[in-house]
T-cell receptor, first 114, second 112 residues
Framework: AQSVTQLGSHVSVSEGALVLLRCNYS??????LFWYVQYPNQGLQLLLK??????LVKGINGFEAEFKKSETSFHLTKPSAHMSDAAEYFC????????????FGSGTRLLVRP | NAGVTQTPKFQVLKTGQSMTLQCAQD?????MYWYRQDPGMGLRLIYY???????DKGEVPNGYNVSRLNKREFSLRLESAAPSQTSVYFC???????????FGQGTRLTVV
């Protein structure tokens, strides 16, 4: 069965520093992987997705993620953090049954220090 | 273009009361989902509907029921609310396994 694991429930960076949020997946077949962002008291918004077209995926707000099959990873990065990036980030994988349901990791809260 | 609309946004229930959370999408998606979000646990799937007329249990279905009223609407019912059901509930919809899932703004439910 598909699953994702997010390492680090909280990550703190300084404004302008590199952001690295970790996600590892478990899947017996090539996965469809997603990163979502949730700002306080809001719903989830798609940052980017991997669907096997390219291993380096660029998303909104300057974020990108690289699919590494050998490491079963899909880590999210941004070269320079901005205060507005403070939010909770979720990695997710699509289950392989006909429901198309998304299976989420436990989330990582990003804090950006001035 | 509203996307996914959930009502209500906030609700306080007493233990044992019942209520229905409403969800509607205007994107002609076949698949709809109900998740609950609790601190440190991400989003957990309660029920889903892969297409109009079908529903199935997710990871945490106990204490809930659902109805797929038509292609647009998917409701979640708590028959006898318990404090353990205090959570934020999200409805979502999508069209295929490699496409974006769209989420509503959430319902913050407190059971006292």
């Amino acid at each position: 069965a598909q699953s994702v694991t997010q390492l680090g429930s909280h990550v703190s960076v300084s404004e302008g520093a590199l952001v690295l949020l970790r996600c590892n997946y478990s899947s017996s077949v090539p996965p469809y992987l997603f990163w979502y962002v949730q700002y306080p008291n809001q719903g989830l918004q798609l940052l980017l997705k991997y669907t096997s077209a390219a291993t380096l995926v660029k998303g909104i707000n300057g974020f990108e993620a690289e699919f590494k099959k050998s490491e079963t990873s899909f880590h999210l990065t941004k070269p320079s953090a901005h205060m507005s990036d403070a939010a909770e980030y979720f990695c997710a994988v699509t289950g392989m049954d006909s429901s198309y349901k998304l299976i989420f990791g436990s989330g990582t809260r990003l804090l950006v220090r001035p | 273009n509203a996307g996914v609309t959930q009502t209500p946004k906030f609700q306080v229930l007493k233990t044992g009361q019942s209520m229905t959370l409403q969800c509607a999408q205007d994107m002609n998606h076949n698949s709809m989902y109900w998740y609950r979000q609790d601190p440190g646990m991400g989003l957990r799937l309660i029920y889903y509907s892969a297409s109009e007329g079908t529903t199935d249990k997710g990871e945490v279905p106990n204490g809930y029921n659902v109805s797929r009223l038509n292609k647009r609407e998917f409701s979640l019912r708590l028959e006898s609310a318990a404090p353990s059901q205090t959570s934020v509930y999200f409805c979502a919809s999508r069209t295929d396994r490699d496409t974006e899932a769209f989420f509503g703004q959430g319902t913050r439910l407190t059971v006292v």
